[in-house]
């Protein structure tokens, strides 16, 4: 999804029509709508999913429906994949921490499969996440047509992914009433779980997932402090065509998801054990505090790695290890130089426009680079000098 819009969703009751209006996101393609198709507030105790409190409806619509109407053949394929996505989504939830934290906070109200799901433009969307009267609960709908179109229908497996990929929107939709912290965030230090490298070592890749999602939760930052990226526009992966934000924060959410992933992708997969070792365990072992998009104009490099020096050293963990904080930051509109580590791996491209996969390895060579050098030296006189204004 590329950003937050608004929707009106009609909610007919058996006795009484009840309309208000609703927030809701959409997916990352370029997207910006203002309203949500009407839907049927369906009776029943819907189709249950193994293992999760939250139903899935099936609103097959009608013949005379803009949304159109749903076979009865094509609902029970769209309803069986959608099932199945979710056990495996369930299964594995250490690997994806978003719908782990919506499914634990009961953010879920219910899920509905409709013929599709369109914005007041008459554009259709894949997915779409939007409010009930219950603060912090919401419904995810889920487009048959789209599903149909994008190959997804009868591919549990495929259709998986791209529906966990959706669980950062129910997060922050649920979670909108929280307001974001100004200034410098809030770390839990002494409650981080620490690891040595010989323990981090011995860890499976689904283990380091885990202890990164850990770190998240206690000190680990994936957004600019300094909020740079507010009102900013983002790009497509794989083009330098930038794209305007359809909210002031959609392109720090979008930034957020992105960098994540490519987190995950570091601890997750052995190649980054064996070609950059020092980024998987200086992600897991205290030393970073943050990767971060940022837009630093001023400045022409792609990424950077900033450590404090040593006097101003912290304490983190029940043990009371010493860190030297260090921060990788990207710089959103640079492109890599012929002489940076990752060169090759971004293709040209600006920063903002890579994949999570080109991602992992600029941000896990950068690390391997350049972590002991500047932990050695301390180089942060150039933070006051760039930083956002």
Do not use: C
Not at 286 to 314: C, E, L, Y
């Amino acid at each position: 999804m590329t950003g937050l819009i608004t929707h009106g969703l009609i909610l007919r009751a058996v006795a009484a029509v009840l309309s208000f209006t609703i927030d809701g996101y959409v997916a990352h393609a370029g997207h910006d709508g203002q309203s949500a198709a009407a839907f049927h507030d369906l009776s029943g105790q819907g189709h249950e999913i193994p293992g999760l409190a939250f139903p899935v409806f099936v609103d097959r619509g009608t013949k005379e429906a803009v949304g159109g109407f749903l076979e009865q053949t094509q609902a029970d394929v769209a309803l069986r994949t959608v099932i199945d996505a979710f056990s495996q989504l369930n299964q594995h939830r250490q690997i994806y921490p978003r719908f782990d934290e919506a499914v634990s906070k009961g953010m879920i109200e219910r899920v509905i499969i409709q013929p599709s799901v369109r914005n007041h433009e008459e554009k259709p969307f894949l997915f779409l996440v939007v409010r009930t009267v219950d603060p912090g609960r919401v419904r995810l709908l889920i487009s048959a047509s789209s599903m149909k179109e994008q190959g997804y229908l009868g591919e549990a497996e495929r259709f998986a992914p791209a529906l966990a990929r959706e669980f950062q929107w129910v997060v922050s939709k649920g979670e909108t009433g929280r307001k974001p912290k100004l200034g410098s965030i809030e770390r839990d230090l002494r409650h981080t779980p620490i690891r040595t490298d010989k323990e981090i070592r011995a860890l499976s890749g689904e283990e380091r997932v885990r202890l990164l999602q850990l770190l998240f939760e206690t000190y680990l930052r994936t957004v600019d402090e300094q909020q740079s990226l507010d009102g900013q526009s983002y790009y497509e992966i794989g083009t330098s065509i930038l794209a305007p934000p359809s909210q002031p924060d959609s392109t720090t959410k979008y930034y957020d998801i992105r960098v994540r992933e490519a987190l995950q992708k570091i601890v997750r997969e052995p190649v980054f054990l064996e070609r950059t070792p020092l980024a998987v365990m200086s992600l897991l072992n205290g030393n970073i505090w943050n990767v971060t998009f940022v837009q630093i104009d001023q400045r022409d490099w792609a990424s950077r790695t900033r450590v404090q020096p040593a006097d101003k050293a912290m304490r983190v963990g029940e043990v009371g290890r010493l860190i030297q904080p260090a921060a990788i930051l990207i710089n959103l509109h640079r492109m890599a130089a012929p002489d940076d580590p990752f060169y090759a791996d971004t293709k040209d491209l600006p920063m903002g426009a890579l994949s999570s996969d080109q991602l992992a390895w600029v941000i896990a060579k950068e690390i391997q680079q350049n972590i002991i050098e500047k932990s050695q030296t301390g180089h942060v006189a150039q933070d006051a000098l760039t930083a956002p204004q």
